[in-house]
């Protein structure tokens, strides 16, 4: 039988590696995914998902107003449907979450979401709070704090390294405008106006000596 799953973290935790590399399983066993990614997320280009170690795939992209099953129902009209796979779900509405599930109960077709949990507030974002209720099957991709805890909160910085604890909830950023954080570390940081450390990645020589990081990537379509 199909399920709905959630696969959540906080930012940087590898989230996106892991759908396009479920994409590129199902792909290699002759099996078709379709893959959903927000058009509000277009940090690498419209309708492109693409992870931090440079894997990319395309995907149709998505506004609020969007019925992704009828997305999806129309697609099997043309081919076989063996997968969906949803990026940035956390920016899913209500209703999509239950088209999601449907796309399951009615469809047959397995729906695998990978999204953040909170925002930079500590507060659930719409998507996930309804992925957590109806999914049939949660799982946490683990990340670590700065600390070495485990990092299951995020916060939005400013220039000087200080937690913002006002704004719009989505604000499209990387590594320079969000850090992940236990949740120790988020009361010191936005609650207690500590200023947060920020760490100077160590380079390997496979990723200095790696060619697909001049090319900008590595395609997996």
Request: hydrophobic share 35%; charged share 30%; aromatic share 10%.
């Amino acid at each position: 039988m199909a399920k709905l799953f959630f696969n959540y973290s906080s930012m940087n935790a590898g989230k996106t590696t892991v759908l396009l590399q479920s994409a590129h399983n199902y792909r290699e066993r002759g099996l078709t995914p379709m893959l959903f990614t927000p058009k509000l997320d277009d940090r690498y280009g419209e309708g492109w998902i693409k992870s931090r170690i440079g894997l990319q795939a395309r995907a149709t992209i998505f506004t609020s107003d969007d019925d992704l099953f009828e997305a999806t129902r129309e697609q099997l009209e043309e081919r076989n449907i063996h997968c969906v796979l949803v990026d940035e779900a956390q920016f899913l509405s209500r209703d999509q979450v239950f088209q999601l599930s449907e796309i399951v109960d009615r469809l047959n077709i397995p729906v695998l979401c990978f999204g953040l949990r909170t925002d930079f507030q500590g507060e659930l974002f719409e998507g996930s709070k309804h992925l957590l209720a109806w999914a049939d099957e949660l799982n946490e991709i683990k990340t670590i704090c700065y600390t070495g805890r485990k990092a299951n909160m995020v916060v939005r910085v400013d220039d000087d390294g200080y937690a913002l604890k006002e704004g719009a909830q989505v604000e499209i950023g990387g590594n320079e405008r969000y850090v992940s954080v236990s949740r120790a570390e988020f009361k010191k940081v936005f609650i207690g106006g500590e200023r947060i450390k920020f760490i100077e990645p160590v380079k390997s020589e496979t990723d200095e000596n790696d060619p697909d990081n001049e090319k900008g990537g590595s395609s997996l379509l």
